[in-house]
């Protein structure tokens, strides 16, 4: 369960009371907590619940003693105030089980800017209510509050204005993407967005999925100078295709000409004017450009950073943006080349001459060619690498659009996305020589592992559900599932999700869909109802996964089980499962019919207590008839059968009868059948199988 928590690692939980430590001591397992509480309450209040370590309390302020009975345990010694201040630095993340006005107090000191603050949680005593108190975008106190929340049972308090719009923070609007956040007047402009106030979005580069989870009512005006060829100004192929809500300057709807924007956000790989703005704005940066490196050997590393600055000053483009470096193969051993990299945390991408031969660049170099068999590095690199198949070519869904592999921009056919010619940099004071060009790649470099959470919701009530699976659909950027699936669990998504609803059909596109995702770098919840590995997606992705020649590790896959339907089925007449089982789904979508009716003879013969799923479509309507004819050749006409439609659901309706009466009952593709064996029995409204054919118990 800790893995879900990994982003809010290292994470402190406070007690000062026998009650409070109670609260919060599970969290230490599940969430992966140290859970500090005073010394005072392992000498006196918990003394039989909690035994410290023999020089307990001989030690000074700011050594903690493990304490024996309670994992990821620690004490405290002094004042509080001064442990929350020793802790403050290292930590990302706070949960409190105190007064709320008490933690006001311990952190004000403490309070820098919502840039770098740990994210604060307050949970009150009797575990109800879970409030994210401070940093709650940037620092994720919001979405550690809804996590906690699920792991306790209680109700997240968030207080935010935009995330009661349903709208992401603004500061946090390509946290998923990987962008960069740039220069701008954050407050103001996050302010214009809770008062509804009309906010310009200029989006020249970067995805377009956040567009299309916006609520109908959101303040948002899009339009603005595209000539950069953003994802967002073009029509996007055909695949669920809708052009993205933006506008040309002279196109923006009248209302806005009217009253005209409040605030503006620039999404953008430039640098916007140095002048002082008519309104509030701020920049977001996609990481869409690369660099391409060409370099003398020996080159020094402060003259590829004074190289790379320069150029990006002399094109007004932002270092933000820049996703990585590219340079030909025979550069991989670099020095220079390697420490830059190293130091700004950019990937290095190499490419051979062979490759790099067969780019169309602007400016060619016969020396160059000799030199290292191609006539181009710098600008070669740096359009292999723009060009690159490592991200998906996903860039939208819904309102913002898709489009489809190998669908480029008409600027980068001509020269694959070059922005920057190259550029000749040499100095007086430091070795070597450098070669610089830049391109622009269609989808921004995330700079992130994507994982895969296969969940299982059970029957449909979050009840049913996994405290883990519930906290996985929290903590995903992307849920992706049938729609009914989705809408039974509707109350877990948080503002900035995407969330991606596919036809009941479309199983194997959910799951090229959600690796693609997961491969750029998301972290991706793939949605199916009772459990994920029992007919559900789970099998699909692994096995999409498995034909793509995955590793095993990036993306990182977790299978989150469920209640399934054979289980919640049983559960609502009886105990008609409590001898041998077997499940068959009539659906010959994926499996010959052959194959089903061989099974479903054995089944009957064995004796299996066993269940339908998927027993009746429109289309499909004889399957049923012939399991139940196939039954009936080694059964009794009145062997008792269940038919549960939407177990735990609004809608359920449970029915028990006899295997020659069956058909008699409507059913259909939301609905599971049970057969009992030769020794189940109906006593009152419940179908019971004994635990052995002895007739005694065991």
Same mark, same amino acid.
């Given at each position: 369960m800790s893995k879900l928590f990994q982003d809010f690692q290292p994470l402190a939980a406070i007690a000062t009371t026998p009650t409070a430590a109670q609260r919060l001591q599970p969290l230490g397992q599940t969430v992966g907590?140290? /859970?500090?509480?005073?010394?005072?309450?392992?000498?006196? *209040?918990?003394?039989?619940?909690?035994?410290?370590?023999p020089d307990a309390g001989t030690r000074g302020h700011g050594d903690a003693e493990k304490i024996n009975n309670w994992e990821n345990t620690q004490v405290y010694t002094g004042s509080l105030k001064n442990h929350i201040a020793s802790l403050w630095p290292n930590h990302r993340a706070f949960v409190f089980c105190l007064a709320t006005g008490a933690v006001v107090r311990l952190i004000a000191p403490l309070l820098q800017d919502k840039s770098c603050d740990p994210a604060v949680v307050v949970v009150d005593q009797a575990g109800r209510f879970v409030i994210s108190l401070s940093s709650g975008h940037q620092g994720g106190a919001d979405q550690l509050a809804q996590l906690i929340a699920q792991q306790l049972g209680?109700?997240?308090?968030?207080?935010?204005?935009?995330?009661?719009?349903?709208?992401?923070?603004?500061?946090?609007?390509?946290?998923?993407?990987?962008?960069?956040?740039?220069?701008?007047?954050?407050?103001?402009?996050?302010?214009?967005?809770?008062?509804?106030?009309?906010? *310009?979005?200029?989006?020249?580069?970067?995805?377009?999925?956040?567009?299309?989870?916006?609520?109908?009512?959101?303040?948002?005006?899009?339009?603005?100078?595209?000539?950069?060829?953003?994802?967002?100004?073009?029509?996007?192929?055909?695949?669920?295709?809708?052009?993205?809500?933006?506008?040309?300057?002279?196109?923006?709807?009248?209302?806005?000409?009217?009253?005209?924007?409040?605030?503006?956000?620039?999404?953008?790989?430039?640098?916007?004017?140095?002048?002082?703005?008519?309104?509030?704005?701020?920049?977001?940066?996609?990481?869409?450009?690369?660099?391409?490196?060409?370099?003398?050997?020996?080159?020094?590393?402060? /003259?590829?950073?004074?190289?790379?600055?320069?150029?990006?000053?002399?094109?007004?483009?932002?270092?933000?943006?820049?996703?990585?470096?590219?340079?030909?193969?025979?550069?991989?051993?670099?020095?220079?080349?390697?420490?830059?990299?190293? *130091?700004?945390?950019?990937?290095?991408?190499?490419?051979?001459?062979?490759? /790099?031969?067969?780019?169309?660049?602007?400016?060619?170099?016969?020396?160059?060619?000799?030199?290292?068999?191609?006539?181009?590095?710098?600008?070669?690199?740096?359009?292999?690498?723009?060009?690159?198949?490592?991200?998906?070519?996903y860039q939208g869904h819904g309102d913002a659009g898709t489009r489809r592999r190998g669908e480029r921009t008409t600027h980068q056919n001509q020269m694959g996305g070059l922005l920057v010619p190259k550029q000749i940099f040499k100095s007086a004071t430091q070795p070597g020589a450098v070669t610089v060009a830049i391109a622009q790649a269609e989808v921004e470099y995330t700079g992130r592992t994507g994982q895969l959470f296969l969940i299982g919701t059970g029957p449909g009530q979050l009840e049913q559900m996994t405290l883990a699976a519930k906290t996985a659909v929290v903590q995903a950027d992307a849920v992706i599932g049938y729609s009914l699936y989705l809408d039974l669990i509707s109350s877990l998504r948080r503002p900035g999700q995407i969330i991606e609803a596919l036809p009941i059909t479309q199983e194997r596109q959910r799951a090229n869909r959600a690796i693609e995702l997961a491969q750029w770098g998301l972290t991706v919840a793939v949605i199916s109802s009772g459990d994920c590995g029992i007919y559900g997606m789970a099998g699909l992705v692994l096995e999409e996964?498995?034909?793509?020649?995955?590793?095993?590790?990036?993306?990182?896959?977790?299978?989150?089980?469920?209640?399934?339907?054979?289980?919640?089925?049983?559960?609502?007449?009886?105990?008609?499962?409590?001898?041998?089982?077997?499940?068959?789904?009539?659906?010959?979508?994926?499996?010959?019919?052959?194959?089903?009716?061989?099974?479903?003879?054995?089944?009957?013969?064995?004796?299996?207590?066993?269940?339908?799923?998927?027993?009746?479509?429109?289309?499909?309507?004889?399957?049923?008839?012939?399991?139940?004819?196939?039954?009936?050749?080694?059964?009794?006409?009145?062997?008792?059968?269940?038919?549960?439609?939407?177990?735990?659901?609004?809608?359920? *309706?449970?029915?028990?009868?006899?295997?020659?009466?069956?058909?008699?009952?409507?059913?259909?593709?939301?609905?599971?059948?049970?057969?009992g064996n030769q020794s189940t029995a109906i006593y009152g409204d419940w179908m019971i199988t004994p635990r052995g054919y002895l007739g005694f118990a065991e």
């Open positions: 907590a140290t /859970l500090w509480v005073p010394e005072s309450l392992t000498n006196t *209040q918990l003394r039989s619940k909690i035994v410290v370590e209680a109700t997240a308090i968030i207080t935010g204005a935009v995330a009661d719009l349903g709208l992401p923070g603004i500061d946090v609007l390509g946290v998923p993407f990987g962008w960069c956040r740039g220069a701008g007047d954050w407050t103001k402009v996050s302010a214009a967005v809770a008062c509804g106030e009309k906010v *310009q979005v200029i989006q020249e580069a970067g995805s377009c999925l956040w567009q299309s989870q916006l609520p109908a009512s959101h303040p948002f005006v899009f339009g603005g100078d595209t000539e950069m060829g953003g994802v967002g100004t073009k029509h996007l192929g055909d695949n669920l295709s809708v052009k993205p809500k933006l506008y040309s300057p002279n196109t923006l709807p009248s209302d806005s000409l009217t009253t005209g924007p409040k605030a503006r956000i620039w999404i953008s790989p430039k640098l916007q004017s140095g002048e002082t703005p008519n309104i509030p704005e701020v920049q977001w940066h996609p990481r869409v450009l690369w660099v391409g490196i060409g370099c003398e050997r020996g080159t020094s590393k402060q /003259l590829i950073e004074q190289a790379i600055q320069q150029t990006c000053q002399d094109y007004q483009l932002a270092e933000l943006a820049i996703a990585g470096i590219a340079t030909i193969d025979l550069k991989a051993d670099e020095v220079g080349l390697l420490e830059f990299c190293e *130091q700004r945390h950019f990937p290095l991408r190499t490419f051979p001459a062979q490759m /790099l031969n067969s780019v169309k660049v602007p400016t060619p170099s016969t020396i160059v060619a000799a030199e290292v068999g191609t006539p181009s590095v710098a600008e070669a690199t740096a359009i292999c690498a723009s060009l690159s198949p490592s991200t998906p070519v996964l498995r034909v793509r020649d995955w590793d095993g590790k990036i993306p990182g896959v977790q299978l989150f089980p469920g209640i399934t339907a054979l289980q919640a089925a049983a559960s609502r007449v009886g105990v008609p499962l409590m001898h041998d089982f077997c499940a068959i789904s009539l659906s010959d979508l994926l499996t010959p019919w052959e194959v089903i009716a061989q099974r479903l003879e054995a089944a009957a013969q064995a004796d299996f207590v066993t269940a339908l799923y998927n027993p009746r479509s429109r289309s499909r309507t004889q399957q049923i008839a012939i399991a139940q004819a196939t039954f009936l050749k080694y059964r009794h006409p009145q062997t008792p059968v269940a038919i549960v439609r939407c177990a735990y659901r609004e809608d359920e *309706q449970i029915t028990l009868t006899t295997l020659d009466k069956m058909l008699d009952i409507p059913i259909d593709m939301l609905t599971t059948v049970l057969i």
